[in-house]
């Protein structure tokens, strides 16, 4: 089906503004990619983009076929999961993302468990803890860790995740260890920071309830990892799921601070579209995850304690 295969390298080039990216994703060359849509633009007669040196955009053309090919593609999509589950032998790819701590010390080592039990299916993970779009960037899975986003997609609950404030000995030794959660004023505290991001404040579990805590300090990142790195090398206190620093403390590099109004706990979950769950691929993982991440949790939180 080229012509099918052109309307997808097409619609996600305009979705992600580059031949080179939407080839990417869809693992094509660029030169590829490129082949693609100059093959469609002579079909049609008409340009699709307006190319310059720095930008890719489409033309009034190109957008009201965008709009078009979307549906088709996206109705191609929704019909291949529907007869998914009539195969013995569930195939083709899973697209999912999740922040960057979870996915690479929970998610990235049990994808290939996944992929043995079905050899046929190629799962994409794509690290980020940024927020993302999962219908504006074609995903099919949202791992997350904190409030669900207020949306129309659907949810399943893993776990609450317990957090604590931590911190390297050397800041500690140096700074003093805070005693009371009015004390994190006077620490410098590394923030989880991008656009949009709510991680302006703490929440700390109390005897009278939820403290709110507003933090301040002088790094912040978009990044959970950079973050734990400033922390090892004694720049300030971080506020992280436990499973997330769990080996950090147990070699003694991070230390528990106000272990009695520890932070609350974040829910860990998936989010995914409603029609996603008709493909028995999308299914599959989503239950193989949950079980998995639970049972890797639960062994964790043992360790730890």
Partial sequence: MPYVESLRVFVRVVELGSITAGGRDLRLTPAVASKRIKELENRLDVRLFNRTTRKLS??????????????VVQSIEDAEAAISGFSQSPHGTVQITAPLGVGKRLIAPIIPDFVDLYPDVSVRLRLSDRKVDLLEDGLDVALFVGQPP?????????TDTPRLLCAAPTYLEKFG?????????????????YPRSP???????????????????????????????????????????????????????????????????????????????????????????LERCRKELTKVSTQVE
């Fill in 150 to 158: 207020d949306s129309n997609l659907k949810l399943r609950k893993i």
């Fill in 199 to 289: 991680e302006w404040f703490w929440t700390l579990s109390t005897s009278e309830g939820p403290k709110r805590m507003d933090v301040s300090g002088s790094y912040d990142s978009d990044d959970g990892d950079v973050l734990t790195g400033w922390a090892l090398a004694g720049r300030g206190i971080i506020n992280k799921p436990r499973f997330d620093v769990a080996e950090h403390l147990k070699r003694g590099e991070l230390v528990e601070v106000l272990p009695e109004t520890p932070p609350e706990p974040a829910m860990f979950g998936c989010l995914y579209p409603h029609r996603r769950l008709q493909d028995n691929k999308v299914r599959l993982l989503i239950d193989f995850l």
């Fill in 58 to 71: 489409p033309t009034e053309v190109g957008q009201t076929f965008y709009e078009h090919a979307r549906q």
């Fill in 177 to 193: 260890v805070p005693q009371t959660p009015d004390d994190l004023k006077r620490h410098n505290c590394l923030l989880l920071r």
